[in-house]
């Protein structure tokens, strides 16, 4: 298996259209500490204009525009996807428009398995020996929150 497929299939991107390109992995200092960044790309092939609804009209490839796509922690780092998304422009009624994909919704930058995962999370308040076994570790050697806990509201992140 490709190590492209593979991080396709950790990320849960299969079925979205969008492939890993075959660059680097970029990491950068971000606000919360290290940001890893994947080259990815969508585009699609696209036969319908989403304005004027020609079939089979004469759509064009027109530039890209690259996006920021936050998708699942990967080793604890915060990850984004550099998707590069195909602009199209329709001859027909010469408007343009971008690639689209069920991993984010329309105007969204963060990937919408993300959103389901804070979801859930949101539904439980996590004990103690949850979080232990979140994070692999027992609860009698790990988690201990000491009484002086910081406000877990300045824990959360902002982005
Ligand atoms: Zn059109």
Excluded: W
């Excluded at 079925?15 to 919360?32: A, C, M, S, Y």
């Excluded at 960044?37 to 004027?52: F, N």
């Excluded at 004469?58 to 996006?67: A, E, P, Q, V």
Aim: charged share 30%.
């Amino acid at each position: 298996m490709p190590h492209k497929h593979c991080i396709e299939v950790l990320l849960d991107l299969e079925d979205t259209g969008v492939k890993i390109l075959d660059k680097p992995i970029l990491k950068e200092l971000g606000p919360q500490g290290i940001r890893k960044m994947i080259p990815a790309i969508l585009s699609p092939t696209v036969d319908v204009c989403p304005r004027c609804g020609t079939v089979g009209g004469d759509i064009i490839k027109h530039g890209t525009k690259t996006s920021h796509i936050k998708v699942h922690k990967v080793t604890e780092c915060d990850t984004y996807l550099l998707l590069k998304k195909q602009r199209y422009l329709c001859k027909d009624c010469s408007s343009t428009f971008t690639a689209t994909t069920k991993l984010v919704e329309r105007s969204c930058f963060i990937a919408k398995p993300v959103k389901t995962a804070i979801l859930l999370k949101a539904r439980n308040i996590m004990s103690e020996k949850d979080i232990a076994k979140e994070v692999g570790v027992s609860h009698d050697q790990g988690v201990k929150l000491p009484d002086s806990s910081p406000d877990p509201s300045c824990l959360l992140s902002r982005d």
